[in-house]
């Protein structure tokens, strides 16, 4: 092993390189204007694949972004492994917020500053580079590789499900291990064996057929903008919790493995609100709850709004319609299409007269995942991370959504594994992301001893 962990520190700074090239593209899933680039994108993670030696890399339409598919079979008896990543990401928005520009990617502090960066470029770059060195030291790798990457992660993969499903005969593994995720804190060692499932909507209400002038039509002129905020404000109470009937109806007890890890976490309250730039609450909640609420209770959250003047200025206008952007985080024994049903009739209840309503949901959502707790592979990587980061990592759930879990368990048969190198104060889908360069060279040391550990069993 320490052929390949040399190799691999003596070619860091061409792989700090290659990934500040991978950031250079502006792979954004959800705007059709990025499509070329998303293009460029798939085009630059099969070339990297084939460079590292994988004899077989193919881009795979899927109705949508394409995915990435590489194979690298040729060890006999050794369990066969498949890395999952995606080279999709958020938009930069908002741009005046940068200190840099999003695409352009600049090093400060030890920090690679560019959006995509840790979420999931670099982490997906890692294991790759690892391979590449596996082929430069010994000509081959200790277990059967196959890595699937898509397009369309940020977007909330609508075509991956189908997808895998297409592929289950080539996808078939022992164990998925994936790049994307994120550990919990930098200074705590750490593995994702939950999280959140997803369901995305957009609501608009529309009123007049036009757009009418404020004075001549106001007071009279039906106002979505006014109708609009005034149901969302419907779906929840006082108190910030979701008020929508039958919304949580089918929500199972978590694992009290994850109220354990919890309760151990010893969570900063009040760092955890300086941390995020607001003000702290009067009272202060506990650690206990704040984690509590983000781990293992389903929420209802508005990304967006939009109607009316948006320039600079003033414009006096009643709009024609006005919109909101909402996803909602599941918990396990939630459905997504039931959660969208429940709001869509929340939302008809409460609509007022004279105004017309379209809910629309974007792609099917997930559900929540949970890992078993006794897989093999988990102790593996969970050992990894203790020699290296020097403390046996916390299992812990995720509040964010990877929809991968429960694709691969359905189509697959496999358990998936957690291996990301971010963390969760990164600022990924914000203005100024960044990846630890220190997580970047800890990761090529962690993935080429998870490949070899896995080989020999």
Not at 299 to 316: C, D, P, V
């Amino acid at each position: 092993m320490n052929a390949v962990e040399d190799w691999l520190a003596a070619h860091e700074a061409e792989g700090i390189e290659t990934l500040k090239a991978f950031c250079r593209i502006p792979s954004v899933s959800t705007d059709p204007a990025f499509a070329d680039h998303i293009r460029a994108a798939s085009g630059f993670v099969a070339d990297r694949l084939a460079e590292a030696g994988f004899p077989a890399v193919e881009i795979i339409e899927t109705g949508g972004h394409p995915v990435v598919l590489a194979e690298w079979c040729e060890t006999p008896g050794a369990p066969t492994v498949l890395v999952y990543g995606h080279y999709d990401v958020q938009p930069p928005d908002p741009l005046d917020k940068w200190h840099t520009a999003p695409f352009e990617p600049e090093v400060r502090d030890d920090r690679l500053y560019a959006r995509g960066v840790s979420d999931d470029k670099g982490p997906l770059l890692i294991p790759v580079l690892v391979a590449r060195a596996f082929r430069a030291t010994a000509g081959r790798l200790p277990i059967n590789l196959k890595v699937i990457v898509e397009g369309e992660e940020e977007s909330g993969s609508p075509h991956l499900d189908a997808t895998v499903a297409r592929l289950k005969d080539r996808l078939a593994c022992d164990v998925v291990v994936s790049a994307d995720g994120a550990m919990w804190r930098a200074d705590l060692p750490s593995m994702t064996v939950a999280s959140r499932g997803m369901v995305a909507l957009e609501v608009t209400v529309e009123g007049a057929g036009k757009d009418l002038h404020s004075g001549r039509h106001g007071g009279t002129g039906p106002n979505p903008i006014r109708a609009l905020v005034a149901m969302l404000a419907s779906l929840h109470d006082a108190e910030g919790k979701v008020a929508v009937k039958g919304f949580a109806d089918t929500a199972t007890p978590p694992d009290p493995a994850i109220r354990d890890a919890i309760r151990s976490a010893d969570f900063d309250p009040g760092g955890y609100f300086d941390g995020i730039g607001a003000a702290r609450p009067d009272p202060l909640p506990s650690g206990e709850e704040l984690l509590t609420r983000q781990w293992l209770i389903p929420t209802l959250e508005f990304n967006g709004i939009s109607g009316g003047y948006q320039g600079a200025g003033t414009k006096t206008v009643i709009p024609a319609s006005a919109s909101a952007k909402i996803t909602c985080r599941l918990v396990a024994g939630q459905e997504p299409a039931a959660v969208a049903a429940a709001i869509t009739r929340h939302l008809e209840r409460v609509l007022p007269t004279g105004y017309r309503l379209t809910v629309r949901r974007h792609g099917p959502g997930s559900r929540a995942f949970a890992l078993d707790p006794g897989l093999p592979a988990l102790r593996v990587a969970e050992d990894i991370l203790g020699e290296l980061l020097g403390a046996a990592p916390l299992r812990v759930a995720m509040g964010a959504t990877i929809p991968i879990g429960d694709i691969f368990a359905r189509h697959l048969g496999a358990s998936i594994v957690f291996f990301s190198f971010s963390t969760s104060d990164e600022d990924y889908h914000a203005p100024n992301e960044f990846f630890r360069l220190s997580s970047f060279r800890t990761g090529l040391i962690a993935w080429s001893r998870l490949f070899e550990r896995l080989g020999h069993g």
